[in-house]
């Protein structure tokens, strides 16, 4: 059984005590990776910080030919990669090779992107001046990865900013460290100035405040919960930095009477059912006009009882585990909660009578906005579904939540779509599709956090702008 090592400072650090890490597909041990400390953390920043001047001083192209280089290394190392996250995350193969496909695909991306991110000229009202804003990498990068797709969200991070010139230190969630480690150690091999890139595991309650609360970091990002988000900010008051959050969701699903109801109700559950409802963007709340709600639950119905459990070389329509025994429990908990207050469950509701952390595909018709499982985000394969009238405004109860990720429509009717582009205050809206691409912005509004991931709007956060005016016929 592996042991993994941390990156810091270009060398392979292993001398912390061992984390153990469980398949939860089988409840089997499927690595271990060494702890950092508070001091290994505090190590890495400094390494970043002194190879940032060196590496942000490397020409576009020179960081691009490292990037790809870094990508081929990847590309050679995809079998053992995709072992080691199918085997700490339980994904199928299918959702690990896309998981692992992203994190190329971002590179790739960013790589080119950064060649167009082009500079501004500014007319002067006088005549007398050249005007221009330019782009500065903006320095040292504290990172916090969530769980439910390591390398995907590495490669939403680790993209732009090495494409912007910047250095980083990474934080893998304590519950998928392995695959994120193992790409640190390959990245070791390549011709990056030490300290360039720097991964430490470990507990996020010691790490954490370490590395939000240091001074050295320009800007802090994560992919996590809201309430994450905010303790991050508050731990890291302690100078002025800059923010890029994906926090937290609680998505809508409006289906109208127009609607094409097959369709909205397999991309629904198709949605649901992906890395087990463990996604920032799974539908959270389904709200179907009362005109088409038994046909929808109807179809539904039949897709849910399609699924069968299972991981790694499992094909088909294929629910893998959620993350732990804290996760299984909290969904029994949702059920629970929606079935005492007037809900029913259609399809599943149980745990799986099996090895590891399964939990039957669910399906709840009747629900309501006093139910957890629409106040709150499940982060898990529960459906609830409710009806809605021609009376109720639809949009307003979609709006009904901090939350402000994704949101999905389903309608014939053009006028209605504009109207929830109009009135939905979500990030991303939706209509009649679930298209995600990493040319296409990622974020939220309200408390679903602060600026972009992927598209060419994530390299916003990756720089400071600078003014700079010349006066003309000077020397």
């Not at 790694?312 to 629970?336: C, F, K, N, S, T």
């Not at 991931?453 to 400071?464: Q, V």
Request: positive net charge.
């Amino acid at each position: 059984m592996k042991t993994f090592r941390n990156l810091i400072n270009g060398e392979l650090v292993g001398t912390g005590p061992r984390i153990d890490v469980v398949n939860p597909a089988t409840g089997a041990l499927a690595g271990r990776v060494h702890a950092c400390r508070a001091q290994d953390a505090r190590a890495a920043l400094e390494a970043a910080q002194r190879a940032f001047p060196v590496y942000s001083a490397l020409s576009i192209d020179q960081r691009a030919d490292r990037i790809r280089a870094f990508r081929t290394l990847l590309g050679r190392n995809r079998a053992s990669i995709l072992r080691v996250l199918t085997d700490e995350t339980g994904k199928t193969a299918e959702g690990a090779a896309y998981d692992f496909g992203m994190l190329l695909e971002c590179l790739d991306f960013f790589a080119e992107a950064v060649k167009r991110h082009y500079g501004t000229s500014i007319p002067d009202y006088g005549g007398t001046h050249d005007n221009r804003l330019i782009h500065h990498p903006v320095g040292v990068v504290a990172a916090f990865l969530a769980w439910n797709f390591p390398l995907l969200n590495l490669g939403y991070k680790l993209g732009p900013i090495l494409a912007a010139g910047n250095t980083c230190v990474i934080k893998p969630s304590i519950q998928t460290p392995l695959a994120t480690a193992l790409v640190g150690e390959l990245f070791n091999r390549l011709d990056f100035p030490p300290g360039t890139l720097n991964v430490v595991c470990g507990s996020g309650r010691e790490l954490g405040p370490v590395l939000s609360g240091s001074r050295i970091p320009r800007l802090l990002t994560l992919i996590g919960s809201t309430e994450a988000g905010l303790e991050l900010i508050r731990e890291s008051a302690t100078s002025v930095k800059r923010y890029s959050l994906e926090l937290g969701g609680n998505a809508p699903v409006l289906v109208f009477d127009d609607a094409d109801v097959r369709d909205a109700a397999r991309q629904t559950v198709a949605l649901k059912f992906v890395n087990a409802g463990q996604v920032c963007v799974s539908p959270n709340r389904v709200y179907v006009h009362e005109r088409v709600y038994e046909a929808f639950l109807r179809e539904a119905l039949r897709l849910c009882r399609q699924y069968r459990l299972g991981s790694g070389a499992a094909r088909g329509r294929v629910l893998q585990p959620l993350i732990g025994e804290h996760a299984l429990g909290r969904m029994i908990e949702l059920i629970r909660d929606a079935e005492e207050r007037g809900a029913t469950v259609l399809h599943g509701g149980r745990r799986a009578r099996r090895k590891g952390f399964f939990l039957q595909p669910t399906l709840i018709r009747d629900a309501a906005a006093h139910m957890r499982v629409f106040k709150e985000e499940i982060f898990g394969p529960i459906l609830p579904v409710a009806p809605f009238s021609a009376r109720t405004d639809v949009f307003r109860l979609a709006n009904a939540t901090p939350a402000g990720l994704s949101a999905y429509v389903f309608t014939r009717r053009l006028d209605r779509a504009m109207e929830a582009q109009d009135r939905l205050e979500f990030g991303n809206i939706l209509i009649n599709t679930v298209h995600y691409s990493v040319q296409l912005p990622h974020g939220g509004m309200k408390q679903s956090g602060l600026g972009k991931d992927i598209s060419h709007l994530a390299l916003e956060d990756m720089y400071e702008v600078k003014r700079v005016s010349v006066r003309r016929g000077a020397g």
